[in-house]
């Protein structure tokens, strides 16, 4: 069996804030304002993995009221729900996300991120893509309101053949 999910996560560009996409730290003035470290790609990875199990979103399992998630490292969160994938019995067949930004220039750090996902997840290569786009200067993360991330797994019962 198959099942798909997706995942869509957003944050406002705040002062006095590490940038963190994907586990990496990225110089720039503004960073991602949330309770945790605000890492919008692996907050979208994670709810399409939870969505694709119909396990709710990533607010049920781990909410903002709860002071332990409070900075927390995103990749911790979604080490956590890859544990709710393989005990439903699921292994995850693929990635694709997408990060929306205007600024910073992201181009240079893919790989790492899709690295930090990979080992987070324990996924082999070429199963994790990420992508950068921006919106020509139109809507919130155009005008560098915020920054957004689109996420879509694909999982599989049992185990994949490699």
Request: proline letters at 3%; a neutral charge.
């Amino acid at each position: 069996m198959i099942r798909i999910g997706t995942g869509y996560d957003v944050h406002r560009l705040v002062e006095n804030r590490p940038l963190i996409l994907g586990g990496v730290k990225i110089k720039y003035p503004l960073g991602l304002l949330g309770h945790s470290d605000a890492d919008v790609l692996v907050h979208a990875i994670m709810d399409a993995l939870l969505g694709a199990l119909a396990l709710g979103d990533i607010g049920k399992h781990f909410p903002d009221t709860d002071k332990a998630y409070k900075d927390c490292d995103s990749l911790l969160l979604l080490k956590k729900v890859a544990k709710l994938v393989n005990e439903k019995d699921y292994v995850i067949n693929n990635i694709d996300a997408t990060i929306i930004a205007e600024k910073p220039k992201l181009a240079p750090h893919i790989q790492a991120m899709i690295e930090n996902i990979e080992r987070t997840l324990n996924l082999s290569k070429n199963r994790v893509s990420v992508k950068v786009t921006t919106e020509e200067g139109l809507g919130f993360t155009g005008s560098q309101q915020g920054i957004a991330a689109h996420a879509v797994v694909s999982l599989v019962k049992g185990e994949i053949i490699k």
